[in-house]
């Protein structure tokens, strides 16, 4: 848009639709609503700017802006009807808000003049996301559009990352108002201080057995990840990551020592409680890097780094030695520029580390035709190495973290909330953003019916994610715990499913069926062959709950007081 058209009155669905564009949005996703019927004809006309992605389901929606947010670090983008679309649309802002990933949730609202009547599908949004967003605003003046997007997206990208939700109301869109575009603020970002870098250095270097863990998504650039790759490879330090966080490190890096999260190796957990420095770099160590707040006392007995883009996390749980406020890329870059450590003294302890890491990576002779561990590393040799990786929640996310190492050049996106649905959208939006990566969606039989009707949405935009469904005929986290607990008391987690590869062949997409280990490598070729959206359904032993446990050997395991 000229600068002389930008001061021509305009209706508000049009200045709202100008704001996204003057804020760099390249891919909005929608489930469209007569709420917001003048922003999406504001989008109709700015179609050469902005691709609006038509998905199925709001949370759909939110998770594949969610992924785009995580692959871009800009904020995703996702339009939602009032009431119930707003309603299915925060399971994905609470995605974003746990993840760190920037969002701006846009959702339709009743004309402002019928406020507190409870109008058709009137909610108040401010108390509805004030839990789970860094910010909730509303518009009813259409002058007030471009102040309040920026605004929006300034808050979405600042500090710790996260969702904002903008609620608009329907006469405001459909108003006129003479107002210019905002760009996006000029903020250079917050670097380390001096003194800091240098009291972690003086620190580094009296360690005897330190340990690094990476956390952090969106706020990560490639430049970010190849510098602090650099620092810590120039040290020898052993790298651990947080949750879902295995696209931060090179998992075939022999400094590289596991995962930190759900199923962390217990090698990896009794080695991080033995550090003597622990250097959090992006991570909040939250409930899961932390075993459940076990790792360390809160009063600072070990002695941590954290390095953080907002200080308000900073302590926030775990008292630190040093706290550094710092973008991630910013440090990252300072910290490369750091002379290394002169003698380190853990090249044995790293050593320890990794061969736990190896160990514990090495494919157990798992009964019956498909060892799963087994056919995931054949998959992983012949995966491109730009390959992007989304997981859904459940216990086969395990079997990929456990035995996959994901590569330099790989992308690994999953909700660390335990969001099940995430996956399957969150492929598609992968593959929307990079149309010339492989994309694998991980998911459970679980998840896959959750959100998998947005395989629609890959063939309507025509998009070719590999959708690999774990099947097992249960809900096994949720299984594995009732084994624990209430042995052989089988109650609302069985499932009954359809058959999911001629499911996708109904939409007109290949299917293939996996049930011996040597299948799934072929099966991937044929579906990367196919060029279609592709589904795998690999039929999992039910028995093998987990990937260290069967049933019987969680029931044996029970103490019999809990058989009463």
């Given at each position: 848009?000229?600068?002389?058209?930008?001061?021509?009155?305009?209706?508000?669905?049009?200045?709202?639709?100008?704001?996204?564009?003057?804020?760099?949005?390249?891919?909005?996703?929608?489930?469209?609503?007569?709420?917001?019927?003048?922003?999406?004809?504001?989008?109709?006309?700015?179609?050469?700017?902005?691709?609006?992605?038509?998905?199925?389901?709001?949370?759909?929606?939110?998770?594949?802006?969610?992924?785009?947010?995580?692959?871009?670090?800009?904020?995703?983008?996702?339009?939602?009807?009032?009431?119930?679309?707003?309603?299915?649309?925060?399971?994905?802002?609470?995605?974003?808000?746990?993840?760190?990933?920037?969002?701006?949730?846009?959702?339709?609202?009743?004309?402002?003049?019928?406020t507190d009547r409870e109008?058709?599908?009137?909610?108040?949004?401010?108390?509805?996301?004030?839990?789970?967003?860094?910010?909730?605003?509303?518009?009813?003046?259409?002058?007030?559009?471009?102040?309040?997007?920026?605004?929006?997206?300034?808050v979405a990208t600042s500090?710790?990352?996260?969702?904002?939700?903008?609620?608009?109301?329907?006469?405001?869109?459909?108003?006129?108002?003479?107002?210019?575009?905002?760009?996006?603020?000029?903020?250079?970002?917050?670097?380390?201080?001096?003194?800091?870098?240098?009291?972690?250095?003086?620190?580094?270097?009296?360690?005897?057995?330190?340990?690094?863990?990476?956390?952090?998504?969106?706020?990560?650039?490639?430049?970010?990840?190849?510098?602090?790759?650099?620092?810590?490879?120039?040290?020898?330090?052993?790298?651990?990551?947080?949750?879902?966080?295995?696209?931060?490190?090179?998992?075939?890096?022999?400094?590289?020592?596991?995962?930190?999260?759900?199923?962390?190796?217990?090698?990896?957990?009794?080695?991080?409680?033995?550090?003597?420095?622990?250097?959090?770099?992006?991570?909040?160590?939250?409930?899961?890097?932390?075993?459940?707040?076990?790792?360390?006392?809160?009063?600072?007995?070990?002695?941590?780094?954290?390095?953080?883009?907002?200080?308000?996390?900073?302590?926030?749980?775990?008292?630190?030695?040093?706290?550094?406020?710092?973008?991630?890329?910013?440090?990252?870059?300072?910290?490369?520029?750091?002379?290394?450590?002169?003698?380190?003294?853990?090249?044995?302890?790293?050593?320890?580390?990794?061969?736990?890491?190896?160990?514990?990576?090495?494919?157990?002779?798992?009964?019956?035709?498909?060892?799963?561990?087994?056919?995931?590393?054949?998959?992983?040799?012949?995966?491109?190495?730009?390959?992007?990786?989304?997981?859904?929640?459940?216990?086969?996310?395990?079997?990929?973290?456990?035995?996959?190492?994901?590569?330099?050049?790989?992308?690994?996106?999953?909700?660390?909330?335990?969001?099940?649905?995430?996956?399957?959208?969150?492929?598609?939006?992968?593959?929307?953003?990079?149309?010339?990566?492989?994309?694998?969606?991980?998911?459970?039989?679980?998840?896959?019916?959750?959100?998998?009707?947005?395989?629609?949405?890959?063939?309507?935009?025509?998009?070719?994610?590999?959708?690999?469904?774990?099947?097992?005929?249960?809900?096994?986290?949720?299984?594995?715990?009732?084994?624990?607990?209430?042995p052989a008391r089988v109650?609302?987690?069985?499932?009954?499913?359809?058959?999911?590869?001629?499911?996708?062949?109904?939409?007109?997409?290949?299917?293939?069926?996996?049930?011996?280990?040597?299948?799934?490598?072929?099966?991937?070729?044929?579906?990367?062959?196919?060029?279609?959206?592709?589904?795998?359904?690999?039929?999992?032993?039910?028995?093998?709950?987990?990937?260290?446990?069967?049933?019987?050997?969680?029931?044996?395991?029970?103490?019999?007081?809990?058989?009463?």
């Amino acid at each position: 848009m000229t600068e002389a058209a930008a001061v021509e009155a305009r209706l508000g669905g049009h200045i709202l639709a100008d704001a996204l564009v003057a804020q760099g949005v390249t891919h909005a996703f929608c489930v469209p609503g007569e709420s917001y019927l003048d922003l999406l004809d504001g989008l109709y006309a700015r179609r050469n700017r902005i691709e609006l992605v038509t998905c199925r389901f709001e949370a759909g929606a939110v998770h594949m802006a969610e992924a785009y947010g995580k692959l871009t670090g800009r904020p995703g983008v996702a339009l939602v009807t009032r009431g119930p679309g707003a309603c299915h649309a925060a399971i994905g802002v609470h995605v974003a808000f746990q993840d760190s990933t920037p969002l701006v949730l846009i959702v339709g609202q009743i004309p402002f003049e019928e406020t507190d009547r409870e109008s058709f599908q009137e909610v108040d949004y401010r108390k509805m996301f004030a839990p789970l967003a860094k910010w909730v605003t509303q518009i009813d003046d259409a002058a007030r559009i471009p102040e309040l997007m920026a605004h929006a997206f300034d808050v979405a990208t600042s500090g710790r990352p996260g969702p904002v939700v903008v609620a608009i109301s329907e006469e405001m869109q459909r108003s006129m108002a003479v107002v210019p575009d905002l760009p996006p603020a000029h903020v250079l970002p917050a670097h380390p201080a001096p003194a800091a870098l240098d009291e972690m250095m003086a620190r580094l270097g009296k360690a005897q057995r330190p340990l690094v863990v990476l956390g952090g998504g969106a706020g990560w650039s490639a430049q970010g990840k190849a510098d602090i790759r650099d620092f810590l490879l120039a040290n020898d330090l052993p790298v651990a990551v947080s949750f879902r966080r295995m696209g931060l490190f090179d998992g075939t890096s022999p400094n590289y020592v596991g995962d930190l999260g759900v199923g962390a190796d217990a090698a990896l957990v009794r080695k991080a409680k033995e550090c003597d420095l622990f250097l959090a770099i992006g991570t909040r160590i939250g409930e899961t890097v932390s075993q459940g707040y076990t790792l360390f006392d809160m009063a600072g007995s070990t002695p941590i780094i954290h390095v953080y883009p907002d200080q308000a996390e900073i302590g926030r749980v775990y008292r630190p030695a040093l706290g550094i406020t710092s973008d991630l890329n910013a440090f990252a870059a300072a910290a490369k520029a750091l002379p290394k450590v002169a003698k380190p003294a853990w090249s044995g302890w790293r050593a320890e580390l990794r061969a736990a890491r190896e160990a514990q990576a090495k494919a157990p002779d798992y009964a019956g035709p498909l060892n799963l561990a087994t056919a995931l590393q054949a998959l992983e040799a012949v995966l491109p190495p730009d390959t992007i990786f989304t997981t859904d929640a459940g216990n086969f996310a395990t079997w990929p973290q456990r035995f996959m190492h994901v590569g330099a050049g790989q992308d690994f996106l999953g909700p660390t909330n335990g969001a099940m649905g995430y996956s399957v959208p969150a492929a598609i939006g992968a593959k929307i953003v990079h149309p010339e990566r492989t994309v694998i969606s991980f998911v459970g039989d679980g998840g896959m019916l959750m959100t998998g009707q947005e395989m629609a949405t890959a063939f309507h935009h025509k998009v070719a994610p590999i959708i690999m469904v774990f099947n097992n005929g249960m809900y096994g986290t949720i299984r594995m715990h009732q084994e624990r607990h209430y042995p052989a008391r089988v109650s609302g987690t069985q499932l009954t499913n359809p058959d999911f590869a001629r499911l996708i062949e109904s939409f007109g997409g290949h299917g293939e069926v996996v049930e011996a280990t040597d299948q799934l490598v072929p099966a991937f070729q044929r579906a990367v062959a196919s060029g279609k959206p592709a589904l795998i359904e690999v039929r999992t032993n039910p028995e093998q709950v987990t990937n260290r446990s069967t049933i019987a050997e969680l029931r044996a395991q029970t103490k019999p007081a809990a058989r009463t």
